[in-house]
């Protein structure tokens, strides 16, 4: 009976040689992506706080994230999710041009979908190193936080970004969050009676988390809440981890062609400044060049590498005084695993970061066929509903045990 069964499914095989090989292909792939791919979050933070039972209550923090069984890699993650997200149509935002005491100008785009009065929250959302509102991330985010926490939405468009015009030769950089202060002073004044929580995506965090970390306990009086999404908490490790060979150095070779461009498009600017070379700012392949030959130089930095250490927000954690939950893939390219912070959130009281072994950099797909609505969507939803429904709680006892 045996031999009769291995005979038969041997003549199954010769039949159908690649159905076969392609079947056990399959079966291999998805033990391996159940043993060792899908798994709960992990969540930093000091335990018996308020942040840490705020974020602990949230449902997603306790269920397997599940990535795209056909896109895993990071990379791919990163890519393919930013293709999908492409779907999301343009938002029709009321723009506001915020003058800064500079002389130096941003877009503000707002949308709300409901008018609930002026205690209505504000999310604050600042985008990644090229991003404007109209980025595909960003939209998502102003959906989910419009249609499911009822919060009005403001996006800061960094200066060059957005479609306005750039002022003067000065643009935006990691270390540097006096715009930030200012547009945040600027709600504060407009917006007296609204709780406002700020998002940071990728470069739009590490600003949010040094704007954070330098004013320390004052920035209670300007926000609620604050959340990083695929922050680089270490510059230096993230720089390295970008320049590798391969398809690291791809993307960032694609991410410095996007800067340069951006220069490129207000060069007349730039041209009377004799602080920078053009010519060599135009040339430059990687970010780090890029920033190098104008980022450090705008901002009066000596060096790239003084530019970088003052964005670096590893080892300075423990100076956020706002309640603030960062999400990380731990298979990050702009952000390697183990160079997250994990250690100065277990000793925080007002940061909790809560990590995935897989998610890529702004990716994390889920589903087989994903939709554009993300884990870190849900993430983002869950943790800002929490915080504006228990704001009361938030102001008072974040910071301390219960």
Not at 116 to 128: K, Y
Not at 249 to 256: I, Q, W
Not at 274 to 303: C, H, I, P
Not at 382 to 402: E, P, T
Request: a neutral charge; hydrophobic letters at 40%.
């Amino acid at each position: 009976m045996m031999n009769l069964l291995l005979d038969q499914m041997y003549q199954f095989y010769q039949g159908n040689p690649m159905l076969v090989v392609s079947t056990i292909v399959l079966m291999i792939t998805y033990i391996y992506y159940t043993l060792y791919v899908v798994g709960r979050p992990t969540l930093h933070c000091r335990k018996n706080t308020a942040l840490h039972s705020l974020v602990d209550s949230l449902p997603i923090t306790h269920q397997e994230y599940r990535p795209t069984f056909w896109c895993w890699e990071p990379r791919l993650q990163s890519m393919v999710a930013c293709f999908i997200r492409q779907t999301v149509p343009d938002i029709r935002y009321r723009r506001e041009v915020f003058s800064f005491s500079d002389g130096g100008q941003v877009g503000l785009d707002w949308m709300r979908k409901e008018d609930t009065g002026a205690e209505q929250p504000i999310v604050l959302i600042l985008p990644g190193i090229t991003g404007s509102s109209q980025s595909e991330y960003v939209k998502i985010l102003v959906n989910v936080a419009c249609d499911e926490a009822k919060a009005r939405c403001v996006v800061f468009n960094f200066r060059g970004q957005g479609g306005l015009e750039l002022k003067s030769p000065r643009t935006f950089c990691a270390a540097n969050s006096d715009d930030l202060s200012e547009i945040l002073d600027h709600l504060k004044v407009t917006y007296p009676e609204a709780p406002v929580v700020a998002v940071g995506v990728s470069l739009g965090g590490i600003m949010l988390g040094n704007y954070l970390t330098d004013q320390g306990e004052a920035a209670r009086s300007k926000l609620l809440a604050a959340m990083l999404i695929s922050v680089c908490f270490d510059t230096f490790e993230g720089t390295k981890s970008m320049e590798t060979p391969g398809l690291n150095l791809l993307l960032n070779r694609h991410l410095a062609t996007n800067l340069v461009e951006s220069i490129k498009e207000v060069k007349e600017q730039f041209q009377a400044n004799n602080t920078w070379d053009l010519e060599q700012v135009f040339s430059s392949k990687t970010v780090r060049e890029f920033d190098n030959r104008l980022t450090a130089k705008m901002f009066g930095y000596k060096s790239v590498a003084e530019y970088y250490g003052a964005a670096r927000l590893h080892g300075k954690v423990e100076g956020i005084k706002v309640a603030t939950l960062a999400v990380n893939a731990e298979d990050d390219p702009f952000q390697p695993g183990d160079s997250i912070p994990r250690e100065g959130a277990d000793r925080s009281s007002h940061l909790a970061i809560l990590t995935t072994k897989y998610g890529g950099h702004v990716g994390f797909m889920d589903g087989w066929l994903p939709n554009g609505y993300f884990y870190s969507d849900r993430v983002f939803s869950q943790y800002i509903q929490a915080v504006f429904s228990n704001k009361d709680m938030v102001k008072q006892f974040v910071g301390g045990r219960l």
